[in-house]
């Protein structure tokens, strides 16, 4: 029993050291009869062969074998055993490649989905290693295990691989100026993205980009990842409205019943006696039909001009208080002129701005006052509001 092997893995151990050529592990235990075969089997030299004597014969076996063909009998039957116990231990090994005798495989957690790091954690404690493989993947999959090998079982040590998702790759975004919505998706699907749902539209200025794209976004050349969409803004055909009248409304409300109306409105002030910000003329005019998003043209007033009386008939000092009653701050000059009648006199009978017009509230007005035809002299004087015009006098 001190020579037999303690088990089938030691006795596997050392027949694969044996047949690789190296010494075996297990130790040698013999008896006193295998060790004087050993000594016996050593090297011999040739001597000339006697005959028996008595004495040799009296230590011959009693069944007739000789002490020697006793020690080649026992040697023979050890050999014979050391060649049963291999070819039995042959057979333990295949019958243990065959049928699994070694470490038994144990069952492996299923880690896809799970983030890596909790992955490895899991797989690392369970007496497994692990192998990371970056793979193109979903958003959602970002660092998180997509697949794994082997799955099911395996022997502890053995390495896992784990497929870990690393997002979706980028691609070039094509330019889709100038197609249509099919030729845009079919294009954006040749790279891996898709068109946006919310199409939007543009009124078109030439009639060829009716139906084809005028904006995209992102604009072409630029990266997006897989699965991402691409806006874009279609040309559309222009509609006809209907121009409202808005002359004699304040410009606020003109201008909201024009954006109503889908229409621009460009405006534009010029100096009036109107109130200010009433509008007094449009182009084009209500009632009109043009294109949708056509620009009206609104006239607007200042506001910063007084309507001009008429002086006629009034004195200089009259003159002056009904121009200060509107607000006029300006400069009034007078010229004399001779009249026929004595009763234009003193009076003004002429005004360089005619009556109801526009003027300035600083303006210089000039004025025309009658003086006596008898006038031997028809030189003219000026004179300046708040000043005492001369009058020429006949001579005499």
Do not use: C
Request: hydrophobic share 40%; charged share 20%; proline share 6%.
């Amino acid at each position: 029993p001190a020579n037999r092997y303690q088990s089938a893995a030691e006795m596997r151990t050392d027949l694969v050291r044996v047949l690789s050529g190296q010494r075996q592990l297990a130790p040698v235990i013999m008896t006193d009869a295998d060790r004087d075969l050993m000594l016996d089997s050593g090297p011999t030299v040739a001597i000339r062969p006697i005959r028996p004597t008595r004495a040799s014969r009296r230590h011959a076996d009693p069944k007739g074998a000789s002490v020697e063909e006793r020690r080649s009998g026992r040697g023979l039957g050890i050999l014979t055993t050391v060649v049963i116990i291999a070819i039995v231990g042959l057979l333990l090994l295949l019958f243990t490649d065959v049928f699994g005798g070694g470490p038994k495989p144990i069952a492996l957690v299923n880690v896809v989905g799970q983030p890596v790091a909790s992955a490895e954690q899991t797989l690392n404690a369970a007496g497994f290693q692990t192998e990371r493989h970056p793979v193109e993947s979903t958003p959602q999959d970002l660092d998180r295990v997509v697949a794994m090998n082997p799955v099911g079982q395996a022997v502890r040590g053995t390495t896992v691989r784990l497929d870990v998702g690393a997002g979706p790759a980028e691609v070039e975004v094509p330019n889709l100026l100038g197609l249509d919505r099919v030729q845009a998706q079919a294009s954006l699907q040749q790279v891996g993205l898709v068109l946006s749902p919310d199409q939007g539209t543009q009124v078109a200025q030439d009639d060829k980009d009716i139906g084809r794209v005028l904006v995209q976004d992102p604009t072409a050349g630029g990266r997006l990842a897989k699965g991402k969409a691409v806006a874009i803004t279609v040309g559309v055909a222009p509609e006809t409205v209907g121009v409202p009248d808005v002359v004699g409304t304040n410009i606020d409300q003109a201008q909201r019943n024009i954006v109503v109306a889908h229409l621009t409105a460009a405006v534009q002030e010029v100096d009036s006696t109107v109130q200010k910000g009433q509008v007094l003329r449009q182009n084009p005019g209500g009632g009109n039909t043009v294109k949708a998003g056509s620009t009206v043209t609104l006239t607007v007033s200042r506001g910063n001009q007084i309507q001009m009386p008429d002086l006629r008939g009034l004195t200089l000092t009259q003159a002056q208080n009904a121009l200060r009653k509107l607000g006029w701050t300006g400069t009034l000059k007078q010229v004399f002129t001779p009249v026929e009648d004595a009763t234009q006199v003193g009076l003004i009978v002429a005004q360089d701005v005619p009556a109801g017009t526009g003027f300035a509230r600083d303006q210089t007005i000039t004025i025309t006052v009658g003086q006596n035809n008898a006038a031997t002299s028809t030189t003219t004087t000026t004179g300046i509001l708040g000043d005492t015009p001369a009058f020429p006098r006949s001579g005499g």
